[in-house]
Each structure stands twice: as C-alpha cells, then as structure tokens.
C-alpha cells in the first residue's frame, strides 16, 4: 500500500514593501488601513490556510542617500495589526516578523504571549536579526552587531525568551474565591537568565498562554541560519521554491534535526512563492509577464543595477544598453535597510554576466532586470497550480508555501476561490481546520516546558 | 443638544470658557455645568481596582487572560457613551507595597499587554476612545510610536496613550539594562532625583514619540504613477532627536495617523509630574480629595504650562476616582466593608475613594467640575459591578441633568475631546521654510 499524500500546509504574506508588491494596479488598496488587513486575513481563512505573515522592516530604505521611493512605503506595527486581525478570524495562525536586536527579550515575550492569550493560541514569532548601525539610529539598543555575532545574539535571545514563555506552566491561576488563593505560588513566573548578552531576572508577568510559546520561524539561508532553524525552529520561510532547490534545501535542513534529537516533522519547510494564475496557462503566461512589466519600471530598474554596480546610476536611460564601468566593491553600499543586496557577493563577476547576457539579447536595462529578475513561482491556470504545488510538496520540495501576492488586499481573493478547492479534492488540503490552535495546523506537538526550565521549582 | 456638536474641532481651537483652554484661573471659570461639556473615562484593571475585586461573584478572575473578557468590558463602557477607557500595564508582576515584589498570593497578579488589549478590541467597537498604558522607563519610543500610530488607524482615530515610568528595581532587573536604586523614602532627596530623571525621560519620550507621528505628513502617500514614485519623499522628515537617554533618527515606518497626534496622557500626583502633564499630555489625571485641592492642582498644571510655553494649548485636567456604586448608600458601603474586610485592610487608593449612590456621585463629580476638573476617569472597584454601575446609573444621572452626551457626537477621541486635529509641526515648518 502506498502511504498517502502530505497534507499541504499554506499560507498568505501580506503584500510587501518591495517591487513584488504592483501599487500602481487600479485595483490595489491601502497598504496601511485596517480594512486591507482584515480583507486579506478573511480571504486566508476562509481558504482554510495555515497563517498569515507579516514582514517588519525598521527603517525606511535608502538608495543614495535618500528615501527610497518607487515601492511601498510604511507600515503598521507588527504585534498591534496581529492583536487587531485576532478580533476579524477564528482559526488563522497569526505570524509577525520581529527582529531579536532592536528589542529586549522580556518586553517581546510579553507581546508574543499577550498575543497568544488573545488570538486563543495563534502567535507565530519570525525571529529575525538585524544589525545595521542604520537601522539602529532608531533606537536605544541601537549601535552595530559584529556578523559573528548576529545568530549567537538571536540565539541567546529565543532561548531567554522561551525561558519566560516556560517560567508559567499553566497551573498557577487557582483564583478560589473562597479560600482567597489567587495565585498558588508567589514564585510564579520566576526566572533568572545570565549570559553573554543578556543578564536578567526577576518575574515574568504573562501567565502560559494556550500554545505555551509561539510557533518559531527562521528566515535566514546561510550555514548558522540553517543550524539556527534545526535546532530552535518550528518552520523555515524559506526562499527555495523551485523543485530542485527546494529539495536541496529540504533534504540539507532536515539532515541537520537528528542531531538536536528532533525528527523531521518537527521543522516545516514553507519557501515563499508568488504566481500569476488565470483561466488558462496562455492566459497566466501573458500575465506573468505584463505583472514582471509593472513589477520593473525604468526607474526600479536603474534602482536595481545600482545594488550590483553600488553606484549612482540616475544619468543612464533604463531602455539603453548596460554601463561600461565597473561596480564599485567598496564597503559603504549605496542602498541601505535592505537585504536584498547581500544576494549579490560577488559584484564584478555579476556586471560581467550581465552585460554579456544583455548584449546576446539585445535587452535594454529594463529589459535585463525584468528577465534576471524570479519568474513567479506559479504560473497558469487553476488546475496547473494546484499540480504543480502539489507535486512540490509530494516531492520534498516543501511542506507548503507562504504565497507573496502582488495586489494588496484582493491579491489572493482568486488563488482561495480556484486554486485551494483543487487541492482539497485531491485530499491533499484541508477543507475544514481541525484544531484550533497554530500548533495544531501545522502538525506540531505543544512545547515542552521542562526543556528551557531546570529549575524544578514548580509548586504541586 | 448643540453643545455636543464637535465645533471646537471646527473651529480649530477651543472655546475661552472651556476648562480645557490653558488660559488662568479667571479664564478657566465654569458658569453652567451646560457651557463646557463633561468628560468621562474609565480605568480599566483586572478585575477591578479593589485588591479583593477578583473574589466577587460578578468578577470573573478567570477570563483574565482572554480577549471576549476586555471585549465585554470595553463593549460595557461604549455602551454608557464613554469618552475612552484607559487600560493599565505594568513591566512586572502587581504589587501591593512600593518598591518591592509583595509575593502576595491573594490578589490579582498578572497582566497582558495593554497595546494589544486595545488593538484587540478596536475593530469589535466603532466610538469609543481607546488608551493603553505605555511605560517610558525600558521600552523603545519609536516601536511605542507606531504601535500607537496603528492603533489609531486601526481604530480610525480613536487612540491614546497613558505613559508612566517605573522606579522599581526589580522591573530594571527585567532588562538588564541599568540599575535602578531602591527608593527607600518618598522624600529622600536622592528619591527626588531617581524620579526626576525618570519624569523627563518619559518628556523626552514622548516628544520623540509625538514628533514620530509627524514624520510623515498627511499627503505624504501620492502613487503618482507617471513618475513610478509611491511617497513625495519632501514630506517625510528624520526627527532627528538627541538626548541624555535616547536619540532617534526618524521618520517612522508608519505614516501619519488619522488623529495626526493620537492623545497623550499621564497621571501626577506632584510637581514633577504635573510638569510632564503640562509639557506633554492632552489630559493628566490627578487625585484631588475636595474641590479647594482641586483649583490648586489645577492652578499649578497651569502655572506649569505657561512656564512650557503651551499656554495655548488645550490640556484637559481629569480627577480620578475610585467608585462603589450602589442604587442604596448603604448598599455601596456594606459592599466596600466586605471587600475590605476579604482584604484584610482598608483599601489604600492615591485617588479619592467615593462610596455611594449614581445621583451622590453625579453631585460630586459637578462639584469638581465647576473647581476646574474638564472630566474624570472613574476607577471601578469592582468592574462587573461597578462599570455598569457607570453606564447604566451614572451616564444616564448625567444626562438627565443635562450635562452628558447623549449620543457619540464624533468618529475620533480628539473630536469627542473637543481637541482640533493639529497641524503637523514639519509641514508647518515647511510651509515658512517655502
């Protein structure tokens, strides 16, 4: 007998501050009212989808020395959308990016367990790390973070974290008004964390809340991010989508759990994916490509160049050919708050590529970034996404994908109504939630409190 | 019924004889309770603001922690027309005696986060006002900043904030980040400084805070297609804030909210405070115990004020009160006996405790009023009990005497305030600079 299909985990990431995200669409909304939220967060659930995910950025992008401005700009606060979007659903998991340098542990945990008290069990935390001096002239922590200390940081961060999550075991609250005990134990919540970061201690003052500490995303892709989410992570945001990175990736992360004592469904592998879906394939085909248009004016494309050629570029013409100078390699990057950049290790070798590429094309600026640029993960009609997502997870590819739509808030309104009724014919969706909680979606054990917690000091 | 109407928000400034106007005493008089509308807030706390308030039948300490527990809390105080409820927070656990942790085991302790309280029950209401304590001491003004920001577009312009500091030493323990000495006397001259410094952090906090919220401006957003530009970066502004705590750089992640600045206040029991209350904040909450208190304190915030240079600002001053309404004076009394007899104590309260019926008390709080007191944030004893005790005995007292709403006459809290919307200090600045 053949065992049967992987159950599908999906899930939704609110249009971003990126040029994935077409703004100048007659059909795109309001990137910062409620309303847009809670449309998109009840499309999600009516889909029966997993979560939804917002991104956090914490300063606004520069591109030589100025606001960057052709995408979206500004955003809500992460945990206050979340609390908000808990009031608009029932059942959808509720995952916020939050960056591990600009906070303290004990503020971040309250959040986190005040929002899973509130969302009946449905935070996620994307715990990402941040340490650009840029971004830190916003805040107190501020100041910059050596590389080599970026994931120690984030890891001693989780860990103190998850110390406070585990200091309420979920007994304490007796509230008897007859006898007056309101608390069985005066010690409740009590931690004590030294490290090399963090020295802390005292009470934790958020009583366990109903998925003991939230679902745990990893982002990062490089060797430490990769080990970061073996051993600390529930789910990896992933960036391989395709088949064969995918499986790579998937079978390079799940290798590294046996050695933390984790099996292998205890990390769920969710790459994002963007897709172009019409009635038929040619249809969504035409389409992919007319969104790639959008997605890359002229000015995004120069923008975009500069990231490689780390220079100012603004006196080239988008339609004409590629520059002749070099990039400059120096340190100090033109664009700055954004990831996006460090892609490119090896800017030389990039320009020459590209040049190359271009001049056997005879592809104009804009023309070479709209082609180097991702293609969308899926594209076609209903029945050709729901095989292909289908055959990415059965394959290993991914448990499931985080869906990137490029139209804010409707963007996903079609992929619920065609896409997602395909796959819950096959089996492979669910067509109701079964549990309640975030946890119980993706298929995760309730953490285990004694793991962070030695002290044995847990009153009877 | 005209004098509900928002005209002061029209208007763009208050009118001279409303106590709110940061104009002297003689300016601040109240001729009729029907010249200057009366304000109404209720603090919410747990269970009630009574240590034994979690003991009543009515109490319900076990939905603490979950959202249908503030939402019907919140759903009560809309109900009675309220102007906004503040919700109290705390960096560590409650305690019963200052400055330490009490360890108590027979009163409530715990809390959640009073931002996403607010933020949780904002799209389930569509009025009222909605005020989170924030604490200045550890946390970070630019995340507070947005957070408040998305609260008022969540809410579409109904939110504020409560900032306090904290002087405990175990709560600086929870971050790690400084020690703060143990205050052993309330007028200890090293006390006097612990608490000064702390007080104008919390200004400095809030300026970032506020100048965050106009680092945006208000057409900021353009999509202007032709040009591929999404935002006219000309009308976003670094803050560029530097101080002995904190420096901030700016503009905020999140564009201007629909107040324009969502409403500050703080509660202040002394100088220092007041300070903050008359640097800072739209309302400050005190404590007065008679009316001749009541000027005086009044006098002082506005004595403050025009030392900051806001005298033209308007500033609500708020009494606050702890309240055991009952329909029968005797009924309230008995009831504050039993819950003070469970305590083991009296009930020790900065704020005024009234004890009595809805009537007694709309007597009181019109007392106040004429002394200069713009409105009031009642504490209830013990929520179930008390809070619509306010709604459905007080708020209607109130309205029969003509001296409350009776209908929402505004979509934001500033309009319910009768504050203007105010312009937005760089586009101000801009505007000369042109």
């Not at chain 2, 005696?97 to 996403?116: I, N, S």
């Not at chain 2, 629909?258 to 029991?269: C, E, F, K, N």
């Not at chain 2, 309404?325 to 009234?354: I, N, T």
């Amino acid at each position: 007998m053949s065992k049967p299909p992987k159950q599908i985990h999906l899930a939704a990431h609110f249009p971003g501050v990126n040029n994935t995200t077409v703004w100048s669409d007659p059909r795109a909304g309001s990137h910062i009212e409620f309303s847009s939220f809670a449309h998109f967060a009840r499309t999600a659930e009516r889909a029966r989808f997993d979560f939804m995910f917002l991104a956090e950025g914490l300063r606004l992008r520069e591109q030589g020395g100025a606001i960057y401005d052709l995408d979206v700009v500004g955003r809500p606060d992460t945990f206050t959308v979340l609390a908000a979007l808990a009031a608009v659903t029932e059942h959808l998991g509720l995952t916020g990016t939050i960056n591990s340098t600009f906070n303290e542990p004990y503020e971040v945990a309250r959040q986190f367990a005040s929002l899973d008290h509130l969302s009946g069990g449905r935070s996620a935390w994307n715990v990402v790390t941040s340490w650009d001096a840029f971004t830190g002239e916003n805040f107190r922590r501020g100041g910059f973070l050596p590389q080599e200390e970026r994931y120690s940081r984030a890891k001693e961060f989780l860990a103190t974290a998850n110390e406070l999550f585990d200091s309420w075991h979920g007994d304490e609250i007796l509230a008897d008004p007859a006898t007056g005990t309101f608390l069985r134990d005066a010690k409740a919540g009590a931690f004590a964390h030294t490290g090399q970061h963090f020295d802390i201690h005292g009470q934790f003052n958020v009583p366990r809340s109903p998925q003991g500490r939230p679902v745990v995303f990893q982002a990062g892709d490089s060797e430490e991010g990769r080990e970061f989410a073996a051993a600390e992570a529930d789910a990896v945001f992933s960036r391989h989508g395709t088949l064969e990175a995918g499986q790579a990736f998937y079978a390079d992360v799940k290798s590294r759990l046996a050695k933390y004592g984790r099996r292998p469904d205890q990390l769920l592998i969710l790459p994002a994916a963007t897709f172009a879906l019409a009635d038929t394939d040619a249809d969504a085909e035409e389409l992919a490509r007319e969104v790639r248009r959008q997605q890359v004016s002229g000015a995004t494309a120069i923008k975009h160049l500069e990231f490689v050629w780390n220079r100012d570029l603004s006196a080239y013409d988008p339609e004409g050919p590629l520059p002749d100078i070099d990039p400059d390699v120096g340190d100090d990057h033109i664009s700055q708050g954004r990831a996006q950049v460090r892609m490119y290790r090896d800017p030389l070798a990039t320009a020459r590529e590209w040049r190359e590429l271009a001049a056997a094309n005879h592809w104009s600026i804009r023309d070479l970034v709209i082609h180097t640029g991702n293609r969308q993960n899926f594209v076609g009609s209903p029945a050709t996404i729901a095989n292909t997502v289908n055959h990415l997870v059965q394959a290993d590819a991914s448990d499931g994908f985080i869906l990137v739509p490029h139209i804010t808030p409707g963007g996903l309104d079609e992929f619920a109504d065609k896409v997602v009724p395909l796959l819950q014919e096959r089996g492979v969706f669910r067509t109701e939630y079964e549990g309640t909680t975030l946890r119980d979606h993706l298929g995760l054990a309730p953490p285990d409190d004694s793991e962070s917690s030695a002290r044995g000091s847990r009153a009877s | 019924m005209s004098q509900w109407n928002s005209k002061n928000e029209k208007a763009g400034r208050p009118e001279p004889s409303s106590p709110l106007h940061g104009l002297p005493g003689r300016h601040t008089r109240v001729s009729s309770a029907s010249r200057s509308p009366l304000h109404l807030a209720v603090a919410l706390d747990g269970t009630g603001w009574h240590p034994a308030s979690w003991r009543e039948p009515v109490a319900r300490p076990r939905d603490l922690f979950t959202a249908a527990y503030w939402a019907d809390l919140v759903a009560e105080a809309e109900r009675g027309l309220l102007d906004f409820v503040t919700i109290e927070d705390g960096l560590g656990l409650q305690s019963s005696h200052f400055p330490d942790p009490d360890e108590r085991t027979d009163q409530v302790r715990g809390r959640l986060d009073a931002v996403l309280i607010a933020s949780r029950v904002a799209p389930l209401t569509r009025h009222i006002g909605l005020v989170p304590t924030v604490v200045a001491t550890h946390t970070e003004p630019f995340h507070i900043s947005k957070a408040i920001a998305t609260l008022d577009h969540i809410s579409t312009g109904r939110a504020g904030l409560r900032v306090q500091i904290t002087a405990r030493p175990n709560e600086a323990a929870h971050f790690g980040r400084r020690t703060i000495p143990r205050i052993e006397a309330h007028d200890h001259p090293d006390t006097q400084e612990v608490v000064a410094g702390l007080f104008d952090e919390a200004t400095d906090y809030v300026e970032v805070v506020r100048r965050l919220w106009d680092s945006w401006e208000d057409d900021a957003e353009i999509r202007d297609a032709a040009t591929g530009r999404f935002i006219d970066r000309d009308k976003l502004h670094y803050i560029d804030f530097r101080g002995p705590y904190f420096s901030v750089k700016g503009p905020s992640i999140t564009p201007r909210p629909p107040q324009g600045q969502p409403i500050v206040s703080a509660l202040a029991h002394d100088t220092v405070p007041y300070r903050l209350v008359a640097r800072a904040a739209d309302i400050g909450y005190v404590t007065p115990h008679d009316t001749d208190e009541a000027r005086a304190i009044v006098a002082r915030i506005r004595a403050e004020q025009r030392a900051a240079g806001r005298s033209a600002e308007p500033l609500h001053v708020f009494g606050d009160l702890v309240v055991l309404l009952d329909d029968d004076a005797g009924a309230a009394r008995a009831r504050r006996e039993r819950l003070d007899a469970l305590a083991g104590q009296p009930y020790p309260s900065d704020a005024p405790v009234f004890t009595g019926t809805p009537a007694q008390l709309a007597d009181r709080l019109l007392e106040f009023h004429r002394a200069g007191l713009s409105g009031f944030r009642l504490r209830p004893a013990v929520a179930g009990h008390d809070l619509p005790a306010i709604t459905r005995g007080l708020v209607p007292e109130l309205q029969r005497r003509g001296v409350f709403r009776r209908s929402y006459e505004a979509d934001t809290l500033r309009g319910l305030l009768g504050l203007p919307r105010p312009a937005n200090r760089y586009a101000a600045a801009a505007a000369v600079t042109a």
